[in-house]
């Protein structure tokens, strides 16, 4: 784990945290269009996630089905704990919001409320 975080990641934590979907994924794509390294997949998972909740916002159940679906195939890869974030509670709480999404778009219901996850900071994780 990086002791210093990108300040932009970490506004784009609290974006998130905050409900701020759209505005994480603009957030996070500077970082993701500058990244050529390992976590290049990590930043365009968050931002697949990130647009995902945008659409369940929008009551697109299809657009977040698939968005969540890629993003979380790019994050799971990533160790529990990655770049100051608990991405394993994340991921699981992705997960279990895409099931039920997934049962209402089969069922032809609406777009049901979710309990969105946090980006959790890991602890001794810290700013720049």
Same mark, same amino acid.
């Given at each position: 784990?990086?002791?210093?975080?990108?300040?932009?990641? &970490?506004?784009?934590?609290?974006?998130?945290?905050?409900?701020?979907?759209?505005?994480?994924?603009?957030? &996070?794509?500077?970082?993701?269009?500058?990244? %050529?390294?390992?976590?290049?997949?990590?930043?365009?998972?968050?931002?697949?996630?990130?647009?995902?909740?945008?659409?369940?916002?929008?009551?697109?159940?299809?657009?977040?089905?698939?968005?969540?679906?890629?993003?979380? $195939?790019?994050?799971?890869?990533?160790?529990?704990?990655?770049?100051?974030?608990?991405? $394993?509670?994340?991921?699981?709480?992705?997960?279990?919001?895409?099931?039920?999404?997934?049962?209402?778009? %089969? $069922?032809?219901?609406?777009?049901?409320?979710?309990?969105?996850?946090?980006?959790?900071?890991?602890?001794?994780?810290?700013?720049?």
């Amino acid at each position: 784990m990086e002791n210093d975080l990108d300040p932009r990641f &970490l506004k784009g934590v609290d974006e998130f945290n905050h409900g701020l979907y759209f505005e994480c994924h603009e957030t &996070l794509e500077e970082i993701w269009l500058e990244e %050529r390294g390992e976590d290049r997949e990590f930043y365009q998972g968050i931002i697949q996630i990130a647009a995902g909740y945008f659409k369940w916002e929008q009551g697109v159940m299809r657009g977040a089905i698939k968005l969540w679906r890629t993003g979380l $195939a790019k994050v799971e890869v990533y160790p529990a704990d990655h770049l100051g974030i608990e991405l $394993a509670r994340f991921v699981d709480g992705v997960r279990k919001n895409l099931a039920e999404i997934e049962a209402a778009y %089969r $069922a032809g219901g609406d777009s049901p409320p979710l309990k969105v996850p946090v980006l959790r900071l890991a602890h001794g994780a810290r700013s720049g």
